[in-house]
């Protein structure tokens, strides 16, 4: 309808549509070049901002490697949407963000629902991520906080690398079609610890449901639903592991 995408979010400003559905009949559909001062040229549907909200909506861009919305070092709130069919990531979040992003749904996105660098404190809460490449992407020193999620019939359920450390609490990881939570590098996700069990569920992904054979030190994993069989690499399910 005559909008230049991308569309850029203002502090103190939520854009809303119909939250009660998901924003299932308000749709946002194109993208444009955005410059990241951290990843350069990027196509992008809408850009965040401090303060701002986005809620009800659909949002979809399916231009070549096209992103739905960018957070560069922004930190807004963004509630009941639905991300699909972006041709790259849902939502990439950059920089040192410190969003909440809640109870969306990402489907059907070819990279990842959600695409998390920097040193971004993303806080994930109660979203359900299906059918898409990576349900969750965690890179760089992201130190994103997961509670709630479900992330089912992805290609692989969470990946964590380079230095990134995620927490994860109370998250249904299961069907996916590799690993329901591959670690490379030196990453060291938290998947729970004595003094605070991680309660995620893993369940019936493809090969396994944690596999933590790339990276080099113990991974704490205490007070999960897993199945012991299904997990390859340095795991600790007895929460003896620091984490730091």
Do not use: C
């Amino acid at each position: 309808t005559g909008e230049t995408f991308p569309l850029y979010l203002k502090p103190g400003v939520t854009i809303q549509g119909n939250p009660h559905l998901r924003g299932q009949n308000t749709v946002i559909q194109g993208g444009g070049s955005f410059l990241s001062p951290s990843a350069a040229s990027q196509n992008v549907a809408i850009v965040g901002a401090n303060q701002a909200g986005l809620t009800g909506v659909t949002v979809t861009n399916p231009n070549a490697q096209g992103y739905g919305l960018w957070l560069e070092s922004t930190s807004p709130l963004v509630i009941d949407n639905i991300f699909m069919a972006n041709a790259a990531d849902g939502i990439a979040i950059a920089g040192s963000s410190a969003p909440v992003i809640r109870n969306n749904y990402f489907y059907q996105n070819r990279t990842s629902g959600i695409a998390i660098y920097g040193t971004s404190r993303a806080e994930i809460r109660q979203n359900l991520f299906e059918n898409t490449g990576f349900g969750i992407n965690i890179a760089q020193n992201a130190t994103p906080l997961l509670i709630g999620n479900r992330i089912l019939r992805n290609t692989d359920g969470i990946v964590v690398q380079a230095n990134a450390r995620p927490v994860l609490r109370g998250n249904v990881i299961e069907e996916n079609g590799r690993d329901g939570l591959v670690a490379i590098a030196n990453a060291r996700p938290d998947l729970g610890l004595v003094t605070e069990p991680g309660g995620n569920l893993f369940r019936n992904n493809g090969r396994l449901d944690v596999n933590a054979t790339a990276i080099g030190q113990q991974i704490s994993a205490f007070g999960n639903q897993l199945n012991t069989t299904r997990i390859a690499g340095q795991v600790d399910l007895l929460g003896a592991t620091a984490q730091k």
